[in-house]
Nanobody
Framework: VQLQASGGGAVQPGGSLRLSCAAS????????VAWYRQPPGKMRELVAT???????NLVDSVKDRFTISRDNAKNTVYLEMNNLKAADTAVYYC?????????????WGQGTQVTVSS
């Protein structure tokens, strides 16, 4: 299983970016796809999730600004980020969790840098 994260870049405060996480397998086989981020000098933190059946969840700090969505035909999950703030600066990673009979397996993409600065 491979996850390819892309779409990061440098933007000014208030700007927007759309991150993409392209999976090498059908999204219908993945129980949960999540976006995490790791700000400079801090721990990695959960940002948003989307699960089989379309259920989504975003953490409070981004709930009014970010949207997570999926295109099953393209095996891709998106993170639409609007009204970006300096505090959103981080490396963003996508993560996929499979629930197998033997237990849970998870896979990580390589990360994409988001820098919000004036």
């Amino acid at each position: 299983v491979q996850l390819q994260a892309s779409g990061g870049g440098a933007v000014q405060p208030g700007g927007s970016l759309r991150l993409s996480c392209a999976a090498s397998v059908s999204l219908s086989t993945i129980n949960t796809v999540a976006w995490y981020r790791q700000p400079p000098g801090k721990m990695r933190e959960l940002v948003a999730t989307t699960s089989i059946g379309g259920r989504t969840n975003l953490v409070d700090s981004v709930k009014d600004r970010f949207t997570i969505s999926r295109d099953n035909a393209k095996n891709t999950v998106y993170l639409e980020m609007n009204n970006l703030k300096a505090a959103d600066t981080a490396v963003y990673y996508c993560n996929a969790i499979f629930i197998r009979p033997t237990g849970a397996e998870d896979y990580w993409g390589q990360g994409t840098q988001v820098t919000v600065s004036s």
